[in-house]
């Protein structure tokens, strides 16, 4: 495991652990919400597999389409839809795509994206991803909606990467501070949606 893997994994247990703190995950007596559906990536990396929920007596589901390069997909709230970063063929630049579960092909959003975006959806049914800023350092984006602006929600170098909704609204993501001696070190930030 390389140190950006290593990197990854613990910004991931972070967060998973953040998500227990502030109650993002349920429990506290509260209802607790159903599973989703996973959405994996099939060993060839260019389809898409559907698992039901854990104890689901539903087998897996291959969708027939296929893409050149698949990477980070995510199942909406609604369990029906999905988005996933993908370039249908080799010569297509890598974009952010919407589908449904329903085995049609997804729509791309326009979003220019790379390999390392991930992405989130907000409870207002937009996506928050990660993607290169102008000044070359990773940020955090959301998409447009009909009634709500989209664009870059954080600034400054923080390389914002790995975005995971809380159950407030806000998104969590893990990025670098700046230390007074100049050195950059890992950590979990969040901003709201409208970048505030």
Request: with cysteine.
């Amino acid at each position: 495991m390389n140190a950006r893997s290593v990197a990854r994994a613990v910004g991931l247990l972070l967060v998973a652990a953040a998500c227990v703190v502030v109650g993002g995950c349920g429990g506290n007596g509260k209802s607790v919400q159903p599973l989703l559906p996973a959405l994996v990536i099939d060993e060839s990396g260019h389809g898409l597999v559907v698992r039901d929920t854990v104890g689901s007596v539903t087998p897996d589901r291959a969708l027939s389409w296929s893409y050149h390069e698949l990477h980070a997909p995510a199942v909406h709230h609604d369990g029906e839809r999905f988005a996933i970063v993908g370039r249908p063929t080799k010569h297509d630049p890598l974009r952010l795509y919407v589908g449904t579960l329903d085995d049609k092909p997804p729509r791309s959003l326009g979003a220019d994206v790379d390999a390392r975006t991930r992405l989130a959806w907000l409870p207002d049914d937009r996506i928050v991803y990660s993607a290169i800023a102008h000044d070359t350092s990773r940020a955090l984006f959301v998409t447009a909606s009909q009634d709500r602006p989209g664009g870059q929600i954080t600034f400054g170098g923080t390389h914002a990467n790995d975005p995971f909704v809380l159950k407030d609204g806000r998104v969590l993501f893990c990025g670098t501070r700046v230390e007074t001696d100049g050195t950059r070190k890992p950590a979990l930030f969040t901003v709201r949606p409208d970048g505030t």
